[in-house]
């Protein structure tokens, strides 16, 4: 599907020695790149501060990102000619005249402009503003990166201040999950299979949870992440992303519109949350010290860069309900956290039980159905079902049914910056979340923001675990668990 790119694209990198850059945007460019994936005149115009000319940030380049890519065995003719793709731009966000020596390196390199700003958000707007002063908004594309503000308002000010230089079709908001292979692939299980579609409503299914867990810690952004904490990180983003792919309405075609007016409609049913009842519906979490693997790690408060009597969350679960006829009465469990007990992304579909079981009693304590997705590691779809169990009587066992994709599809999955990158350079927004979506997701976490912010501090919970007991207690008074629970 992902074809050469037919339009000559020239991609300016803001953040060009940052570290999504070095770990993340070079190489999935260097990947496209390797692949055949990029039009032969295409150039890549890094842009930073630290290095002083082309031969020095080559140098950087070689240094940080080299070795990244190399994880693989490295194609180093490949590795040459992209090189030969890098041009490099020294420039000083404040400074005016930057911008016009910028706007005379771009003067000779053909095709569509791609301005990618992998900066911290306060400097969106600023460099928006730079680069209408000389004109490089006009028929450009601009990519922002997560987080795209702080709450409601200032995420508002940035989109509208974006707002008023690029028009919404020249914005591309990155949220990573939706470049990823499984997610895609959530799509095609839902709409390419006439089998799951009708049981996929609360007439048949009883509970949904989605789980984002991992097993790093804040790593070296302690800074930043303890002035974000995972409500802003994960959830308000990439959770209600998924929950929102999982729970929308059949879109009548996979035209970028089509399927963000679909998720927005999800987004705009999430039941609004009483600030009276969010320590019934919402659990928050940091994590202490512990073991992971058989390693000891720190507390999160002893984190570099994290103050010592912080109150972020580092985990967060949640009871969601969606106000339509399809899901009106089902609960959907979020949870995300660092420093837990594995590093797994999953989504379970937990069906109801036989409205009568004519098999008798064995039947009905087997369970019911239940369909587990797993977007990570390995991505596998399993389909519980119950099944009698040899020998004399009617006595049930639950069995599965399992689909692991590496086994069907020898070539690699490709990796999410890679994917979203290309649809940047074809022009292609299915995949970035529009500034309704983006809205709606803001306002619905937002009693919860201003409630923690306001008061409380969140429960322990040892690294290593599944994160505080109360988030187990909540599932139980739905009379359900976190699925790893029964494992
Ligand atoms: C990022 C968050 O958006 O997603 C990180 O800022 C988190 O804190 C990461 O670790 C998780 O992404 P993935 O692809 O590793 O699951």
Known sequence: ???????????????????????????????????????????????????????????????????????????????????????????????????????????????????????????????????????????????????????????????DAVGEIFAEEQIYRIDHYLGKEPVQNLLALRFGNALFEPLWRREWVESIQITIAEELGVEARGDFYDNTGALRDMVQNHLLQLLSIVAMEPPHSMDSDSVRDEKLRVLRALKPIDPRDISKVAVRGQYHAGVIRGTAVPAYATEHGVKPDSATETFVALKVEIENWRWAGVPFFLRTGKRLADRVAEIVVNFRAVPHSALGASALRAGANRLVIRLQPNETIRLYCLAKKPGEGMNLSSVHLDLAFDQFFKEGQMEAYQRLLLDVINGRLALFVRRDEQEAAWKWVEPILNDWAASGKPKPYAAGTWGPTAASAMLAQHGTCWLEEEN
Not at 28 to 51: D, P, Q
Not at 88 to 104: N, S, T
Not at 141 to 150: A, D, F, H, Q, S
């Open 1 to 159: 599907m992902y074809i050469q790119s037919t339009s000559s694209v020239t991609f300016v990198l803001f953040g060009g020695t940052g570290d999504l850059s070095m770990r993340k945007i070079l190489p999935a460019l260097y990947e496209a790149h390797r692949a055949g994936m990029l039009t032969a005149s295409g150039k890549i115009v890094a842009v930073a501060r630290h290095e002083d000319d082309r031969a020095s940030y080559l140098q950087w380049v070689n240094e940080h990102v080299k070795a990244r890519v190399a994880k693989n065995g490295l194609d180093e003719s490949a590795w040459a000619t992209f090189i030969d793709r890098i041009e490099y731009v020294k420039l000083d966000l404040g400074c005016a005249e930057d911008f016009v020596k910028l706007r005379d390196a771009l003067q000779d390199l053909a095709g569509t402009r791609v301005f990618y700003l992998a900066t911290g958000p306060s400097l969106f707007v600023p460099i928006c503003r730079a680069l209408a002063s000389v004109g490089l908004n006009e028929n450009a594309r601009i990519v922002l990166e997560k987080p795209l503000g702080y709450d409601l308002r200032s995420s508002n000010a940035i989109n």
